[in-house]
């Protein structure tokens, strides 16, 4: 694990959670309203992302020239950058309650839970969020990585021979 890992890490975390804030406290109306024009924003934030976690291993594999260690990049960048916007929705959904309690989809998805109150409910999803969704994401993480080295690995190939 570099410190070049850590720190795109960090910075796509912190890119994630501007556009939490974004949409959840300052500009609420575009969460859990599905249309259009927050379907397309939505889609090319997460093929951003994507492609930076690939770049990233495109760009590690350069450097090392081990898959592994394009793999490993894709992993600790994903692992950071995602606890980074979980910890700001569990963040967000306490200090914001009045208005993330607003939104479609939360209130549908509290209803048909077994909590008592909205914050209950947050804040055991938010949670839950950190053993269940992240492994995964870290996982996929290290696929975009494994994808952006191997795609280096093919232009080396074929710019040499």
């Given at each position: 694990m570099t410190l070049n890992n850590l720190r795109m890490?960090?910075?796509?975390?912190?890119?994630?959670?501007?556009?939490?804030?974004?949409?959840?406290?300052?500009v609420p109306s575009v969460a859990g309203h599905p249309s259009s024009d927050s379907a397309v924003s939505e889609s090319i934030g997460w093929i951003v992302v994507i492609a930076v976690v690939c770049w990233a291993g495109f760009l590690r594999l350069r450097h090392s020239n081990r898959i592994r260690d394009a793999i490993m990049a894709g992993a600790v960048i994903s692992f950071v950058a995602f606890a980074i916007a979980m910890a700001t929705f569990l963040i967000i959904d306490n200090l914001f309650l009045s208005i993330v309690a607003r939104?479609?989809?939360?209130?549908?998805?509290?209803?048909?839970?077994?909590?008592?109150?909205?914050?209950?409910?947050?804040?055991?999803?938010?949670?839950?969020?950190?053993?269940?969704?992240?492994?995964?994401?870290?996982?996929?993480?290290?696929?975009?990585?494994?994808?952006?080295?191997?795609?280096?690995?093919?232009?080396?190939?074929?710019?040499?021979?």
């Open positions: 890490g960090v910075f796509l975390g912190l890119l994630m959670s501007f556009a939490i804030l974004v949409t959840n406290v300052i939104q479609p989809e939360k209130i549908w998805l509290f209803e048909h839970s077994r909590f008592e109150d909205m914050r209950s409910y947050l804040n055991y999803t938010n949670l839950r969020a950190f053993w269940t969704a992240l492994p995964l994401i870290t996982v996929l993480g290290a696929v975009c990585g494994l994808v952006g080295g191997s795609l280096n690995l093919w232009a080396q190939r074929h710019k040499s021979g």
